[in-house]
């Protein structure tokens, strides 16, 4: 059964994300909301879902298909047009807008919006889960901002589509993350993972403790992190909160030039590395994540908005066969089955 992971009882809150923009989420929502009718789903976005057309290639876009029982965070135009066919079960302070949790009191189409932080959406996620739903939906993205990175999510789903390049292009990003899924995740105790993971800074390891580096990220001067670096007689490993680059890449290995130190990310994603760079690091450094990348199912999507769609039988045929581990679900080719 596809998707059956959705029903473990551990499974609760489960972010939609894809790796460029149109890459298939919503109609993936859409199947999960479709195929899953047992279950009462709160749903809501990161940002806004559900409209009519696309805002840069103005080629419509599936609306949010909802039904009786759906839990759903809207805006007060998509409540007015919505008007006796739902329910307003409570109203959000989010700053300069009103949103509102909505129920669905029949099948319906609508937009779906959320809040912008990822503390507020992590609140929404909660009071939709007390207010009745069995599972909460969130369409979301791959940011710092946003809830899918959050260690309050317990699944995700992640959505390649074919917009995001041509066969190669998207075999080598699957490949990536599947190394950015396989990362060990760091044995810490509550009251380490309390210091490290709201930090807004560097922090060094000595083997004992986490200590401040002073230094906002990786992105700083290099002669800077290195000299400060240097001075740390004790220094095993680092914590680093932000983004890992390629162009950062070389800093962090003249700060840990000895081989087999920690290096601590707080998420798989904040690696922005390509697949080569991501192997050769976890081959010199013990390299490590505060948070897991909970890659429950990756689904995709041969059609692409904007771009030149892939043959759908060579594009399953191809990713398929580079990844037989992988059950690979063509959303389209789903859809069409159902």
């Known amino acids: 059964m596809q998707f059956k992971w959705i029903t473990d009882e551990g499974v609760k809150v489960i ?25 009462a789903f709160g749903v809501f976005s990161t940002g806004i879902d559900g409209e009519k057309e696309d805002a840069i290639f103005l080629k419509p876009k599936p609306a949010v298909q909802l039904y009786a029982g759906s839990l759903f965070c809207c805006d007060s135009n998509a409540l007015r047009d919505l008007g006796s066919r739902v329910e307003i079960l409570a109203s959000l302070a989010e700053p300069g807008r009103e949103l509102f949790i909505a129920k669905s009191l029949g099948l319906i189409k609508s937009m779906i919006t959320g809040p912008a932080t990822a503390s507020a959406q992590v609140d929404l996620a909660q009071r939709m889960l007390e207010l009745g739903a069995d599972k909460v939906l969130v369409d979301g993205s791959l940011d710092r901002k946003s809830i899918a990175l959050s260690p309050k999510i317990d699944a995700i789903a992640l959505v390649l589509g074919a917009s995001f390049g041509n066969l190669n292009e998207l075999e080598l990003e ?4 599947s190394v950015l899924r396989s990362l060990s995740v760091y044995d810490t105790d509550a009251q380490s993972f309390v210091l490290l993971e709201p930090a807004g800074e560097l922090k060094f390891y000595d083997g004992t403790l986490w200590q401040d580096s002073g230094c906002a990220s990786l992105n700083a001067d290099p002669q800077t992190l290195i000299k400060v670096a240097q001075a740390q007689p004790e220094l095993q490993g ?16 003249s700060m840990l030039p000895e081989a087999g130190a920690l290096v601590l990310v707080r998420h798989p994603d904040c690696l922005k590395l390509n697949v080569h760079q991501l ?37 399953r045929e191809r990713l398929r066969t580079a990844f037989p581990q992988l059950n690979l679900i063509d959303i389209m080719e789903v859809n069409r089955a159902g």
């Open 174 to 177: 699957l490949k990536r993350l």
């Open 279 to 315: 192997l050769e690091l976890k081959q010199k450094h013990n390299l490590k994540c505060l948070i897991p990348f909970k890659i429950k199912e990756y689904i995709i999507n041969s059609e692409a908005m904007g771009h030149k769609c892939q043959d759908a039988d060579l594009f």
């Open 15 to 39: 972010a939609i994300v894809g790796t460029s923009k149109n890459a298939g989420k919503t109609s993936l929502l859409n199947h999960l909301l479709w195929s899953k009718q047992k279950l």
């Open 238 to 253: 680092i914590y680093i909160p932000g983004s890992v680059t390629p162009k950062s890449l070389n800093t962090l290995y």
